[in-house]
């Protein structure tokens, strides 16, 4: 699966000039993240270039620009990509060692570094992006930047620990739920738009005004990510089906379902739950969340989420690059990979 940026899928509708400058800024993030994967040991580039070759939706990077360009403030481009590339490989960081907890074989449609190079590999490729993420952030200098990442790589840690507290729960509520969502993707995406903010040196205002943007669409982002889990088609998710339901992660299809279910109903889907589904069982589940609305449900709140992302937008002033920010909200509901 190769690179199909936000800005590939939406090209159509952005202005030409601005799709030039974003294209051209793609490109310089590419480039950076190449020069940052290398590495003088072999298989910590191995490690790092099968994960940038999956490609990816570049959403963070993307997140970082288009928030500095929005403020309308003038904006050292230089300082944009290298601040983007590191946001890039703290999430790359991210999955890399998110596939090793999950056992997954595939993420993008292609192998995963845990699969060709192993658990060992994978952990330690993945701490050597973080902490070249993070000579980065030192390099770029600005004190207020590094603790505002800091603290979003702690809180999405900790959301993965968390995460995993919660796994065999069958039935936790979905509060409990929606704080681990909040944690372990919506912080970090909320701080890319506060980094692209900041680094143009946006007043307070405006600069709560992005993060809300991106708070809002991270909720959305991993509430889809959670539908289509369920109901997406593996050959554009490139990701198998029902992973969270198989490993005993409950999401919120799941907990939606839960009221919706009778006594012999749930007792089924208890018993599978993280403990070996057929095909069968599984069509089964997936089949009552379409027909009782769970699917639906979910759904419903992520696009909530997105009319609040949109709406924290209103404090900025109106540019092509908040519009196309608005493009990417509704991206984000619409995607099916
Ligand atoms: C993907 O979510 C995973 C995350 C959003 C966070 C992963 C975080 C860690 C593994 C811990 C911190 C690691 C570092 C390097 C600081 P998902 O599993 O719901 O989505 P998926 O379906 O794409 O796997
Ligand atoms: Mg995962």
Redesign the pocket.
């Known amino acids: 699966m190769s690179t199909t940026t936000f800005f590939d899928r939406l090209q159509e509708q952005i202005p030409r000039d601005l799709m030039l400058e974003l294209g051209s800024a793609v490109l310089e993030v590419e480039s950076e993240l190449r020069t940052q994967v290398a590495s003088q040991v072999a298989l910590v580039s191995d490690v790092g270039e099968l994960t940038l070759h999956a490609g990816g939706k570049r959403l963070r990077p993307a997140l970082v620009y288009l928030s500095a360009l929005a403020t309308g403030l003038q904006v050292e481009r230089e300082r944009l990509i290298r601040l983007g590339a590191c946001m890039e490989m ?2 790359m ?10 056992d ?1 074989a595939t ?1 993008r449609g292609a192998p995963t570094a845990f699969s060709r190079y192993g658990t060992t590999a994978s952990i330690l490729g ?2 050597v ?2 902490a070249k993420a993070m000579a980065l952030l030192a390099a770029d200098g600005d004190l207020a930047i590094i603790r505002s990442v800091s603290s979003a ?1 702690v809180e ?2 900790e ?3 968390r ?1 995993l507290e919660l796994r065999g729960q069958f039935d936790l509520t979905t509060d409990d739920h929606m704080h681990v ?1 909040r944690m ?2 919506a912080s ?1 995406i909320e701080c890319c738009c506060r980094v692209g903010a900041m680094a143009s040196g946006a007043d307070k205002e405006v600069t709560e005004a992005l993060a809300a943007f991106g708070h809002h669409l991270g909720m959305a982002f ?1 509430i889809v ?2 539908v ?2 369920f109901q997406g088609d593996s050959a554009k ?1 490139g ?1 198998p089906l029902a ?2 339901f198989r490993e005993g ?1 409950a ?1 919120l299809p799941l907990l939606l379902l839960l009221p919706l279910l009778s006594a012999d109903e749930r007792a089924f889907t208890q018993h599978k739950f993280g403990n070996g589904s057929t095909e069968a069982d599984l069509a089964q589940i997936v089949g009552w969340m379409q027909d009782r609305g769970s699917l639906g449900e979910a759904q419903a709140l992520a696009v909530e989420h997105i009319r609040q992302a949109e709406r924290s937008l209103c404090a900025l002033p109106d540019s092509a690059a908040a519009s196309v920010m608005n493009l990417v909200a509704q991206f984000v509901i619409a995607r099916e990979s």
């Not at 960081?93 to 999950?102: S, Y």
Request: hydrophobic share 40%.
């Open positions: 703290i999430h960081a991210t999955l890399i060692h998110d596939d090793v907890i999950d997954a993420r993945g701490d992006l973080l790589v999405l840690a959301g993965e620990v995460e969502l372990k993707t970090f991993q990510d959670d289509l889990d998710t990701k992973t969270d992660q999401t």
